[in-house]
């Protein structure tokens, strides 16, 4: 099945600087990589996605970035805010008939210091 | 996600009881899933259902059962042979790929389950 590893598993930046996590998944059926953002206690709410026919795709201070051939997806926040602050998932779908079915990181914590 | 509700939001349960998480959907999506949540972890699928009446295991099937009757409805049980229940529990839907053209997960509020 997928396996999905995502790194890092903490981040910490100061308000105003990049912040950059990193995916990689195993099942090169996968075509479908959403990114959520989850607060304390809270629902994951979906910040962007992107599908294997795009290499890039931007959404004001977020973008992300999929490489097919090295099987790795990466999420980039610019210009950070103390309210980016949160617990931030990757994500790929399988191939074949659970194309439904979604494989999670483990997460990466990001404080933003103001 | 707004279209998706769990009930009850917090949850205890005694060792060796069964206990349902409610699931409902108004969104009219064909797909549902159930997701596990433990502090400082990623969501582990428990169960998911692309369709009415039928339903598929997912990587921590073991200890729960789920049933889908009904479109909007997918009921979590969380059986005695669960060893350790205490989690956020996560329900999702989503447009079947089948007729949809986004795998997008909507997540519910989540119900956070304690065994005493």
């Known amino acids: 099945g997928e396996n999905v590893e995502q790194h890092p598993s903490t981040l910490s930046v100061q308000e105003g600087d990049s912040a950059v996590i990193k995916c990689t998944y195993s099942?090169?059926?996968?075509?479908?990589f959403p990114w959520y953002k989850q607060e304390l206690g809270k629902r994951p709410q979906l910040i962007i996605d992107?599908?294997?026919?795009?290499g890039e795709k931007k959404d004001q201070r977020i973008a992300v970035t999929l490489n097919k051939t090295a099987k790795h997806f990466s999420l980039h926040i610019t210009e950070t805010q103390p309210e980016d602050s949160a617990v931030y998932f990757c994500?790929?779908?399988?191939?074949?008939?659970?194309?439904?079915?979604?494989?999670f990181g483990q997460g990466t914590i990001l404080t933003v210091h103001p | 996600d707004g279209g998706i509700t769990q009930s009850p939001k917090y949850l205890f349960r005694k060792e060796g009881q069964n206990v349902t998480l409610s699931c409902e959907q108004n969104?009219?999506?064909?797909?549902m899933y159930w997701y596990r949540q433990d502090p400082g972890q990623g969501l582990r699928l428990i169960y998911y259902?692309?369709?009415?009446?039928?339903?598929q295991k997912g990587d921590i099937a073991e200890g729960y059962s789920v049933s889908r009757e009904k479109k909007e409805s997918f009921p979590l049980t969380v059986t005695s042979a669960q060893k350790n229940p205490t989690a956020f529990y996560l329900c999702?839907?989503?447009?079947?790929?089948?007729?949809?053209?986004?795998?997008?997960?909507?997540f519910g509020p989540g119900t956070r389950l304690t065994v005493l």
């Open positions: 099942d090169s059926a996968s075509n479908y």
């Open positions: 259902s692309q369709i009415v009446n039928d339903f």
């Open positions: 994500a790929a779908n399988a191939g074949g008939t659970s194309y439904g079915k979604l494989t």
């Open positions: 999702a839907s989503s447009i079947d790929l089948l007729r949809g053209s986004t795998d997008t997960q909507y």
């Open positions: 992107i599908r294997s026919n795009v």
């Open positions: 969104l009219n999506h064909d797909a």
